[in-house]
Every structure is written in structure tokens, then in C-alpha cells.
């Protein structure tokens, strides 16, 4: 049985009918926001929260043994993080110990953060698809002391890894699990926690204190530990609200994992400065029923979701009547210009007029599957596709997009909802200085870049200068005080005839047809592009071929690369490409646990492919 962390039941059924209200009335907003000039550190924060706004409901989520929504407010929530931090005390945690979470996102995440940040311990996020050696790799680098995670699954994956939990002095598991060598370590939750304690404390520390050692899923070499601080992260938020306005009656549904620092950040402190809720999605198979049932007023995501709507959208409109291909796009091209015409870029039109009756036939039914009140999406992460961005905000769904790294905290830029430019990634947060550097590298220097990387001065001092401005290794320019990035520096392609690529964008073009599940341009040093690329297997059904190398696949997978890459040079189109049957996984080691690409091991699994392919 699952720790409950005192939630109680909400009045919601599966279907999403609900017998109370299941938010505040969205059209009664105010703010009520924790300043950081008097609360500076994490475990502050939340005090004020708990003393502000005791019976509000702080953290939903799903009961998955009882089949019911249940919540928990800030006084309840209290009362539960001290039981945490009694326990800490009780294994003889002090202020600067690492302790290290691998949980999908759910309220014992957050309990086991604030009951840490209030001690001063440091927390250590890890992704739960994380590969068991890399995993092993931060235990040991960051010297962690206690391991919570959730299933025997995850237990029993840690097992090929036993020499590198020995260290550890107590490993907490939400269910219970098999009993192995290790077993004197391991605790279950309910017989760690202990039923009474005191309530709950904040240790005296500095804000410029180490709060959180989160590891970069490098896309090449080993992670290193990005050493953030109380300050960073909380400067970062305030620093945010000011482009952006969060409401105390905003309803967050989190589905990007709490180890991304960009939900951890703008996902869940955010709320808690804010006074909002936060409900936390079952799990990305289920977010389309998620969202129709909690309805979020704010959604932060990575592009990969975006994209896998539009493609579906796409399949959809391709097998559907023509008619209804045209009534989609007017719709869309009408919401568009709407858009435009509202953020004073563009004049009034006639076909403004026909945007009430779009949105109800069209558009609207879009906004509902997402469940029909989001006021703001915030996409971060990894470029998203103006195509795909157009098309969302065409159809009335408000998606702004923001720039950043761990190392920032990591919000760099973002665009505010009356100043969007879908193409860039926004202003910079007010405080936060950026420039162009040599090779048109993008530079900040704020508050919120990090104090360093652990027990690395060498990257830290390759990735920050001496006068404090950090190198973030993306190719930009800056117009109208708005970013666009335009490339990473080194996974520019060289063409053996000297012209200069860069993958990234052709990738990201590429990936938006149906077809292709993953792709990765190559070339370097050679005299032509090619791609190695895993189809998805509808998608290969609808045209008649086999996710395979066969010739009649080769054809088609060409001819589809060429129409999506048509608007680039000449010399940056795709001659060849490498049909992979194997999806590029986490655990396979072929991409990160942020899905970003791990290009230099691709290369190296499918060097005999790739050196076949270009002989001659």
C-alpha cells in the first residue's frame, strides 16, 4: 500500500463530472506572491506559504488503488513534510548532505524536497528512466547519503549496480520490495516515517547555501552536477513572474518531470510563491484524460508534446474529407491573423469576423481536449517548430516560448503573452543580461547562473568567464530586445566542400512529418547530408512500406525528408538515409533522459552503416 501523505479525497469521477467545484472561479484573479527580499530560501517559502494560505489546496493527484482524485492543502501538507524531516533527523542528516529522489512526479516528491530544503540538506534529482550506470555515477559523484524511490522495478534494475549503493546509508522506497544483499539499508516509507514529530522547521542558511546538485543529461562524455542555490532558483521564479502572471486560482497539471529543472522550477516553486494548485498527471499515456478531467489553466512541456499532437492532428485532417482539411486550416489561418492583429503587428481583416464561428466549429473543440481554460502553455526544453506553434496559437491555444539551461536555473528569456514572437524564444527576464559573443554564441550573467558545476572546477571555469558571463554555447541573434536562436555551436556540420549545417533544425523540420519518430542528420566531412531515422509504424501502414531498409522504403522516406527540408539551401538536403528499426531509448543509451539525441553514440552503434553508406 502507497504511503498516503494525508490526501483526502476530491469529488471527481473518472469521467471527469464532478459533484463541487473543481477550481476557483477563473475569472476572480489576484496575486499573492512571496517576495524573495523577505523569504530567501526554499524552506521559507513554504512556511510563508503554510501561514498565508493554510486551507488552500496545495497538491492533487491520483489514487490509483481507490480509482479517485485526492488533494492535500498547505496546513496538511506542513504537518506531513515535518514527519520527512524528523525522519532525516533520525538517519543524522545535516545541513550539506546530499540526498538524492528518483519518483515520477507525485505530492511524496515535493514533501521529500521541502522537508530537505528546510534542513538545509541539498537534494539530488534523478530521472526515473535514468540508465542504472549514470544513476550510479551521481550516487557516487555527489556523495549522496539516502536514496528514495518508488518501485521494485527500480530496485530490481539497481541491482547491477549493488558496489555503488553500498555507500549509501539508507535507501527509502515508497512499496514494498524484494529483500536482497542490501536489504539492511532499505526502509519502506511507512515504517521510516514516524508518526509524531514537531512541527515543521527551517534551518538557519544563507540564500547563496547550495540547494540542489542537478545532473546534466549530457548529450555526450558524463554528466556533470549543476550546483544550484537557494537564491538562484528563487531569483529565477521572481524574476519570471514579472513576464509572466500567475494567479493564486491557477491550476498546474505537471506531467514533465520534476528532475527537469524547468518544471521543477516553473512547476512546482512557482506555485508555491504563487498560492496555486498543482495537480500531478498519472502519466503521459493518460494525459489526454488528465487533461479533461483537471482542465489546467497553465501546462508547461517540453516540444515533444506539442509535436506528437500535430502529428496526430495531421493523421487525422490526411484521412478525413477535404472539406474538412479546408474548414481546419481557415480556421486556423483566421486565428492567426486574429493573433497578429492583437499583438499590434498586424491590421484588421475581414476574416476576423468568421473567428467566433471557427472557434466553435473548429478551434474550440481543440481547446477542449485540452481541457478547454488553459490561459497559457509554456513550452521550453528544445526548439518548437514555428509551423507547430502557428498552428497551436492559430487555434486559439495561447503557447509561449522560453529559453534556458539548468545552468540558469534555467529560465533565460520567455515571451509574454502581449509580446509573443512565436519564432523566438522571448525577452530576457528583467535583471538578466545576455549579449552576443565570438561565432554569434549567446551570453547571460544574472543572479540565477549557477554557482558551479561539483567537483569540476575545469567545465566550470570553460563554461563561465572571469567576469561572470556564461558561455551557453547556442548560436543567437537578438531583435526588437527578443532572442532567436539559430544553432549550436558544435553540432554545426561541415561539409566536405566547407558549407556549414545545422542538424538540430533540419532534425526538427523533419521529425514534424508523421512519419518520422526520430531522426538525426549526418555528414561531417563528407560532401553530402544523409539521415539515419526510425519511422513510426502506422505512419509506414498509411504508405504501403515496412520500418525497414528496404529500397521501396528508401524512396519514400526521401521523398518525404525533401518536401520538409525543401526551404533550405541547396546544399542542405539529404542524399541518403539509414532506416533504423530500433527506437533510440533512454536505455538503450542513445538518448537522454530530457530526449534530447546523443549524437557521438549513434554514430559510434551505426559507424559500419554509416561508413557504407557513404563509400565510393
Same mark, same amino acid.
Given at each position: 500500500?502507497?504511503?498516503?501523505?494525508?490526501?483526502?479525497d476530491?469529488?471527481?469521477?473518472?469521467?471527469?463530472?464532478?459533484?463541487?467545484?473543481?477550481?476557483?472561479?477563473?475569472?476572480?484573479?489576484?496575486?499573492d506572491?512571496?517576495?524573495l527580499?523577505?523569504?530567501?530560501?526554499?524552506?521559507?517559502v513554504?512556511?510563508?506559504?503554510?501561514?498565508r494560505?493554510?486551507?488552500?489546496?496545495?497538491?492533487?493527484?491520483?489514487?490509483?488503488?481507490?480509482?479517485?482524485w485526492?488533494d492535500i492543502?498547505?496546513?496538511?501538507?506542513?504537518?506531513?513534510?515535518?514527519?520527512?524531516?524528523?525522519?532525516?533527523?533520525?538517519?543524522?542528516?545535516?545541513?550539506?548532505?546530499?540526498?538524492?529522489?528518483?519518483?515520477?512526479?507525485?505530492?511524496?516528491?515535493?514533501?521529500?524536497?521541502?522537508?530537505?530544503?528546510g534542513?538545509?540538506?541539498?537534494?539530488?534529482?534523478?530521472?526515473?528512466?535514468?540508465?542504472?550506470?549514470?544513476?550510479g555515477?551521481?550516487l557516487?559523484?555527489?556523495?549522496?547519503?539516502?536514496? %528514495?524511490?518508488d518501485?521494485?522495478?527500480q530496485w530490481?534494475?539497481?541491482?547491477?549496480?549493488?558496489?555503488?549503493?553500498?555507500?549509501?546509508?539508507?535507501?527509502?522506497?515508497?512499496?514494498?520490495?524484494?529483500?536482497?544483499?542490501?536489504?539492511?539499508?532499505?526502509?519502506?516509507?511507512?515504517?521510516?516515517?514516524?508518526?509524531?514529530c514537531?512541527?515543521?522547521?527551517?534551518?538557519?542558511?544563507?540564500?547563496?547555501?547550495?540547494?540542489?546538485?542537478?545532473?546534466?543529461s549530457?548529450?555526450? &562524455?558524463?554528466?556533470?552536477?549543476?550546483?544550484?542555490?537557494?537564491?538562484?532558483?528563487?531569483?529565477?521564479?521572481?524574476?519570471?513572474?514579472?513576464i509572466?502572471?500567475?494567479?493564486?486560482?491557477?491550476?498546474?497539471?505537471?506531467? %514533465?518531470?520534476?528532475?527537469?529543472?524547468?518544471?521543477?522550477?516553473?512547476g512546482?516553486?512557482?506555485?508555491?510563491?504563487?498560492?496555486?494548485?498543482?495537480a500531478?498527471?498519472?502519466?503521459?499515456?493518460?494525459?489526454?484524460?488528465?487533461?479533461?478531467?483537471?482542465?489546467?489553466?497553465?501546462?508547461?512541456?517540453?516540444?515533444?508534446?506539442?509535436?506528437?499532437?500535430?502529428?496526430?492532428?495531421?493523421?487525422?485532417?490526411?484521412?478525413g474529407p477535404?472539406?474538412?482539411?479546408?474548414?481546419?486550416?481557415?480556421?486556423?489561418?483566421?486565428?492567426?491573423?486574429?493573433?497578429?492583429?492583437?499583438q499590434?503587428?498586424?491590421?484588421?481583416?475581414?476574416?476576423?469576423?468568421?473567428?467566433?464561428?471557427y472557434?466553435?466549429?473548429?478551434?474550440?473543440?481543440?481547446?477542449?481536449?485540452?481541457?478547454g481554460?488553459?490561459?497559457?502553455?509554456?513550452?521550453?526544453?528544445?526548439?518548437?517548430?514555428?509551423?507547430?506553434?502557428?498552428?497551436?496559437i492559430?487555434?486559439?491555444?495561447?503557447?509561449?516560448?522560453?529559453? &534556458?539551461?539548468?545552468?540558469?536555473?534555467?529560465?533565460?528569456?520567455?515571451?509574454?503573452?502581449?509580446?509573443?514572437?512565436?519564432?523566438?524564444?522571448?525577452?530576457?527576464?528583467?535583471?538578466?543580461?545576455?549579449?552576443?559573443?565570438?561565432?554569434d554564441?549567446l551570453?547571460?550573467?544574472?543572479?540565477?547562473?549557477?554557482?558551479?558545476?561539483?567537483?569540476?572546477?575545469?567545465?566550470?571555469?570553460?563554461?563561465?568567464?572571469?567576469?561572470?558571463?556564461?558561455?551557453?554555447?547556442?548560436k543567437?541573434?537578438?531583435?526588437?530586445?527578443?532572442?532567436?536562436?539559430?544553432?549550436?555551436?558544435?553540432?554545426?556540420?561541415?561539409?566536405?566542400?566547407g558549407?556549414?549545417?545545422?542538424?538540430?533544425?533540419?532534425?526538427?523540420?523533419?521529425?514534424?512529418?508523421?512519419?518520422?519518430?526520430?531522426?538525426?542528420?549526418?555528414g561531417?566531412?563528407?560532401?553530402?547530408?544523409?539521415?539515419?531515422?526510425v519511422?513510426?509504424?502506422?505512419s509506414?501502414?498509411?504508405?504501403?512500406?515496412?520500418?525497414?531498409?528496404?529500397?521501396?522504403?528508401?524512396?519514400?522516406?526521401?521523398?518525404?525528408?525533401?518536401?520538409?527540408?525543401?526551404?533550405?539551401?541547396?546544399?542542405?538536403?539529404?542524399?541518403?538515409?539509414?532506416?533504423?528499426?530500433?527506437?533510440?531509448?533512454?536505455?538503450?543509451?542513445?538518448?537522454?533522459?530530457?530526449?534530447?539525441?546523443?549524437?557521438?553514440?549513434?554514430?559510434e552503434?551505426y559507424?559500419?552503416?554509416?561508413?557504407?553508406?557513404y563509400?565510393?
Amino acid at each position: 500500500m502507497r504511503y498516503s501523505a494525508g490526501l483526502t479525497d476530491r469529488i471527481l469521477s473518472i469521467d471527469g463530472s464532478s459533484g463541487t467545484d473543481w477550481n476557483n472561479d477563473v475569472n476572480t484573479q489576484r496575486t499573492d506572491y512571496i517576495s524573495l527580499q523577505t523569504w530567501d530560501t526554499i524552506g521559507a517559502v513554504f512556511k510563508e506559504r503554510v501561514r498565508r494560505t493554510p486551507g488552500k489546496t496545495a497538491y492533487i493527484q491520483f489514487n490509483e488503488d481507490r480509482g479517485v482524485w485526492q488533494d492535500i492543502d498547505w496546513r496538511t501538507m506542513s504537518r506531513e513534510v515535518a514527519r520527512w524531516q524528523a525522519a532525516f533527523v533520525q538517519e543524522g542528516l545535516e545541513a550539506g548532505d546530499r540526498v538524492a529522489v528518483m519518483l515520477r512526479n507525485c505530492v511524496q516528491w515535493a514533501m521529500f524536497d521541502l522537508a530537505a530544503q528546510g534542513l538545509g540538506l541539498v537534494t539530488v534529482p534523478i530521472f526515473t528512466n535514468d540508465r542504472a550506470e549514470n544513476i550510479g555515477y551521481i550516487l557516487q559523484d555527489a556523495g549522496v547519503r539516502l536514496l %528514495l524511490l518508488d518501485t521494485d522495478d527500480q530496485w530490481q534494475e539497481l541491482q547491477q549496480i549493488q558496489e555503488q549503493l553500498a555507500a549509501l546509508t539508507r535507501i527509502v522506497t515508497l512499496n514494498q520490495v524484494e529483500p536482497n544483499q542490501l536489504s539492511e539499508l532499505v526502509k519502506n516509507i511507512d515504517e521510516w516515517l514516524p508518526q509524531n514529530c514537531g512541527p515543521y522547521t527551517t534551518t538557519e542558511i544563507a540564500t547563496d547555501e547550495l540547494a540542489s546538485i542537478v545532473y546534466t543529461s549530457g548529450t555526450t &562524455g558524463r554528466s556533470k552536477g549543476v550546483m544550484l542555490s537557494h537564491r538562484n532558483m528563487l531569483w529565477n521564479i521572481e524574476a519570471g513572474l514579472q513576464i509572466v502572471t500567475m494567479y493564486t486560482n491557477d491550476m498546474f497539471l505537471s506531467f %514533465l518531470p520534476l528532475s527537469h529543472t524547468l518544471e521543477r522550477t516553473v512547476g512546482y516553486y512557482m506555485p508555491i510563491i504563487a498560492g496555486a494548485e498543482v495537480a500531478y498527471s498519472r502519466s503521459i499515456p493518460q494525459l489526454g484524460e488528465d487533461l479533461l478531467q483537471i482542465k489546467p489553466t497553465v501546462l508547461i512541456s517540453v516540444p515533444r508534446i506539442f509535436e506528437k499532437v500535430y502529428a496526430k492532428i495531421q493523421d487525422k485532417l490526411h484521412a478525413g474529407p477535404k472539406i474538412g482539411r479546408r474548414l481546419f486550416h481557415l480556421a486556423m489561418n483566421a486565428g492567426w491573423k486574429k493573433f497578429e492583429h492583437d499583438q499590434g503587428r498586424a491590421p484588421w481583416s475581414l476574416s476576423l469576423l468568421l473567428w467566433p464561428l471557427y472557434e466553435r466549429l473548429v478551434a474550440g473543440k481543440i481547446q477542449e481536449k485540452l481541457g478547454g481554460r488553459l490561459r497559457i502553455a509554456i513550452s521550453g526544453g528544445a526548439p518548437l517548430s514555428e509551423d507547430i506553434a502557428q498552428m497551436f496559437i492559430g487555434l486559439g491555444v495561447p503557447i509561449v516560448q522560453g529559453y &534556458g539551461l539548468t545552468e540558469t536555473s534555467p529560465i533565460i528569456s520567455a515571451n509574454p503573452l502581449a509580446d509573443n514572437i512565436p519564432a523566438s524564444v522571448g525577452v530576457p527576464l528583467p535583471g538578466i543580461e545576455v549579449k552576443i559573443g565570438e561565432d554569434d554564441e549567446l551570453l547571460t550573467r544574472s543572479p540565477s547562473v549557477m554557482l558551479g558545476y561539483w567537483n569540476n572546477p575545469q567545465a566550470t571555469s570553460e563554461t563561465t568567464d572571469e567576469d561572470g558571463w556564461l558561455h551557453t554555447g547556442d548560436k543567437a541573434r537578438i531583435e526588437s530586445n527578443h532572442i532567436f536562436i539559430t544553432g549550436r555551436i558544435k553540432e554545426i556540420i561541415v561539409l566536405s566542400n566547407g558549407e556549414k549545417v545545422s542538424p538540430s533544425d533540419m532534425e526538427l523540420h523533419i521529425t514534424l512529418d508523421p512519419l518520422f519518430e526520430q531522426a538525426m542528420v549526418i555528414g561531417e566531412g563528407k560532401p553530402f547530408l544523409s539521415a539515419i531515422v526510425v519511422l513510426d509504424h502506422k505512419s509506414c501502414e498509411r504508405f504501403g512500406i515496412k520500418p525497414s531498409d528496404t529500397p521501396e522504403t528508401q524512396e519514400v522516406v526521401l521523398r518525404q525528408i525533401a518536401k520538409r527540408i525543401d526551404s533550405f539551401p541547396g546544399y542542405a538536403k539529404v542524399r541518403k538515409a539509414i532506416v533504423i528499426a530500433e527506437p533510440w531509448t533512454v536505455e538503450n543509451g542513445l538518448i537522454t533522459p530530457t530526449m534530447k539525441t546523443r549524437r557521438r553514440r549513434i554514430n559510434e552503434k551505426y559507424e559500419a552503416k554509416i561508413t557504407a553508406l557513404y563509400e565510393g
